[in-house]
């Protein structure tokens, strides 16, 4: 049997080259309240999102400020370029953990909380000219 050799995979290492990922795991904050900040900033110049991220008022947008600066300083370290082009190619959010607590209810009966969290994943890329 003939074996297939795989040519993407130098492909990837050049697409992979010009981006810097910052993930933020385990956040106690439920997937849709993050979900509401990260459509906000998603497609944005990192500028404008930073500005975006320091006036809301939900909570979720302080945690999503600190996990775009530190993108941006890993975009620093890895390519040593300016900063000033970047902008916000990919964000999303996963759910993560589930911690299930019971609520005391009339009559001897329980009602189940989850404390949800989530994972923030974050990408930053060039802006094409």
Do not use: Y
């Not at 040519?7 to 990922?21: P, W």
Request: proline share 3%; glycine share 4%; charged share 30%.
């Amino acid at each position: 049997m003939a074996v297939k050799k795989n040519n993407n995979s130098s492909d990837m290492v050049v697409a992979q080259d010009k981006k810097a990922i910052a993930i933020l795991k385990n956040c106690p904050t439920s997937p849709r309240k993050m979900r509401l900040v990260v459509d906000q900033i998603r497609g944005l110049e990192v500028n404008k999102a930073l500005t975006l991220l320091k006036h809301s008022s939900k909570d979720a947008s302080v945690r999503l400020e600190k996990l775009l600066l530190s993108a941006i300083a890993n975009w620093q370290t890895k390519h040593s370029d300016d900063s000033s082009d970047l902008f916000i190619k990919e964000i999303f959010v996963d759910s993560g953990r589930m911690l299930k607590r019971i609520q005391p209810a009339p009559q001897g009966r329980a009602h189940r909380i989850r404390k949800r969290s989530n994972h923030v994943t974050l990408i930053l890329g060039l802006k094409q000219n």
